[in-house]
């Protein structure tokens, strides 16, 4: 293994997988509006679900977005209505508690990601497949053959990713208590559900 390729892997892992992203956002969100003990499976669906797409790019993936490079639109463009009908949720209930002073957990309008659910996502999610191709391809020379880089960039990114999108989901935690009932939950959903839209603004635009 050159080591040399090796840290840059690592320092590449936790750069990438710590800036705002879908997965991030949703976890944060989930983590906000649920509590982190509710949003685990969500956050292990991404894990699992990352580590599949890292696998499939580096055993070839990138090969059949190469000879289709119109798939990426294609995911773009599903991963963008995806998280718009998620921030539809979050707008539903900032107006609700602008109108009321019910808890949210009286009247939940949502629920937190199935971990099937995450793991699924990921294959839509622009920037975990974009992400996964171009570690395959930057970090080819990592190992002489295709299981052991699968093995070695899928780990690397797993536990980056662990930290994370914890750290992500932890702080939304930490907003959980503001976002129970009244105007300063209106205030929270809203923002969440703008940063969303912003988002899929990216994943397609971007």
């Not at 390729?5 to 320092?11: E, H, K, M, P, T």
């Not at 936790?14 to 976890?27: A, M, Q, R, Y």
Request: proline share 3%.
């Amino acid at each position: 293994m050159d080591k040399t390729l090796f840290f840059s892997l690592v320092g590449f892992a936790f750069i990438s997988s710590g800036t705002p992203g879908p997965n991030n956002l949703l976890l944060m969100s989930s983590g906000a509006l649920f509590g982190w003990r509710r949003t685990i499976p969500h956050l292990a669906g991404v894990l699992l679900g990352f580590a599949v797409v890292m696998a499939s790019a580096v055993l070839g993936l990138g090969t059949l977005v190469g000879r289709w490079p119109w798939l990426i639109a294609i995911v773009r463009v599903i991963g963008a209505t995806w998280l718009i009908w998620m921030s539809l949720h979050f707008f539903k209930a900032a107006i609700r508690d602008a109108n009321t002073e019910a808890r949210m957990e009286d009247a939940p309008l949502s629920r937190p990601l199935k971990m099937y659910e995450a793991v699924l996502f990921q294959w839509v999610n622009p920037k975990a497949i974009i992400l996964a191709i171009s570690s395959a391809g930057a970090y080819i020379a990592i190992a002489d053959f295709a299981w052991q880089r699968a093995i070695i960039i899928g780990s690397v990114f797993f536990v980056a990713g662990l930290i994370s999108c914890s750290t992500w989901m932890v702080a939304g935690n930490a907003l959980n208590r503001y976002m129970s009932s009244g105007r300063s939950a209106a205030w929270m959903n809203g923002g969440m559900g703008l940063l969303i839209v912003a988002t899929a603004a990216i994943v397609l635009f971007g």
